[in-house]
């Protein structure tokens, strides 16, 4: 059969071949460029945490829009190397968290919301695209700035648009409707 089981299934299957992936040495470590410290749990309150990969995603956005728009000839091919090296590390570990540590929390929390429920199912499997995403970027600047490929800026330059482009339309969603509720869930616990 083909329900939500299967679909959960396959998803975290596809999920486990990619970080075993990164884990070979095709991925690096996120960026730091923000915040470096943001993902400590030393008394920092989950919104605070959340805040902190929405700046280091953010500042991502930007760094691939900067590339996006000096393409073809006048990439800083350094900086492009290293954001496609920590592209992959640096959305995973935002995913991460959310999926370890806040949607569990809010499944708990609102058990009984059916709204609440769907939407962390959707922003799940938005994650799963991003990560599959973030790989298929990140090798696509490797090889244009190796030139292990035949350039295409065009094709480069719409992928880094449309990557960016969801990724803010993502964290813009999660701050409207996901950052309310945690706030909920840390006043009424005192935090």
Same mark, same amino acid.
């Given at each position: 059969m083909n329900g939500p089981a299967d679909d959960r299934r396959r998803s975290l299957e596809m999920r486990s071949r990619a970080q075993r992936r990164r884990a070979i040495g095709r991925g690096a470590a996120p960026l730091r460029s923000i915040g470096a410290g943001v993902f400590s749990q030393g008394g920092e309150s989950l919104v605070s945490r959340l805040n902190g990969h929405f700046r280091v995603l953010s500042d991502l956005c930007h760094r691939l829009e900067d590339i996006a728009d000096h393409l073809p000839d006048h990439v800083d091919?350094?900086?492009?190397?290293?954001?496609?090296?920590?592209?992959?590390?640096?959305?995973?570990?935002?995913?991460?968290? %959310? %999926?370890?540590?806040?949607?569990?929390?809010?499944?708990?929390?609102?058990?009984?919301?059916?709204?609440?429920?769907?939407?962390?199912?959707?922003?799940?499997?938005?994650?799963?695209?991003?990560?599959?995403?973030?790989?298929? $970027?990140?090798?696509? $600047?490797?090889?244009?700035?190796?030139?292990?490929?035949?350039r295409n800026p065009e094709a480069l330059g719409y992928m880094l648009r449309g990557f960016f482009g969801g990724m803010r339309r993502h964290i813009a969603f999660e701050k409207a409707q996901i950052v309310p509720l945690l706030k909920q869930i840390e006043v009424s616990r005192g935090a």
């Open positions: 091919r350094q900086d492009a190397l290293h954001v496609a090296r920590s592209l992959c590390a640096t959305v995973m570990s935002a995913h991460d968290f %959310e %999926e370890s540590v806040l949607f569990p929390l809010l499944k708990l929390r609102f058990a009984q919301d059916a709204d609440i429920k769907e939407a962390l199912e959707s922003l799940h499997f938005e994650h799963w695209e991003d990560d599959m995403f973030a790989e298929e $970027l990140a090798e696509a $600047l490797i090889g244009f700035v190796s030139g292990l490929e035949p």
